[in-house]
């Protein structure tokens, strides 16, 4: 699998953050051609402190080929623009490639 | 879902952290009880500028009863350690809850 990941500090509004996310970011990123699955992990605690983070998305795609055609999509540019509105100084994006160990 | 999410800089010996990490991290991983799978993710880029983060590790649980006696467990305890050891500058880590929308 290719992924981008989007890491989210916690921010100052949670439920301000929370109402975009859910009611403009994620269905801008559900448009994006060629996402199979998306992954929203939630940070509820850290082991020691205070979490640091309060979101890493996980946005999945099948192949490299998707992933590179997704990335240069008029739908991704227009998520990757809001993510820097309503999120930019919270937000890092990385590409990454998944291998999966199962026990 | 239950997860630990474990996210690592990047390295300045990129080669000597793979070493750790595949031969003497992830076995112990592996030996803590309930663990189902463990995703690793390796960044490759970022959208702007070089990225920030090298890793970001998945260790996955099913349920939250399973989770919790995990992370009281000596093997994590001790998967913990060796991390803290040779990695103690470059990870961060989260207990996370995992929302998968499929498209």
């Known amino acids: 699998m290719y992924k981008l990941i989007a890491t989210y500090k916690v921010p100052n509004d949670i439920e301000a953050f ?30 020691m402190g205070k979490p640091t983070l309060h979101l890493v998305a996980e946005v999945v795609f099948s192949d490299k080929e998707t992933f590179n055609a997704a990335m240069k999509s008029p739908e991704n540019m227009a998520s990757g623009k809001d993510a820097m509105t309503f999120a930019g100084d919270l937000v890092s994006v990385h590409f990454a490639t998944e291998e999966i160990i199962s026990l």
Chains 1, 2 share one sequence.
């Open 18 to 47: 929370e109402k975009h996310y859910t009611e403009v970011h994620t269905p801008l990123v559900k448009k994006v051609p060629g996402v199979k699955e998306i992954r929203v992990n939630r940070v509820f605690a850290a082991p």
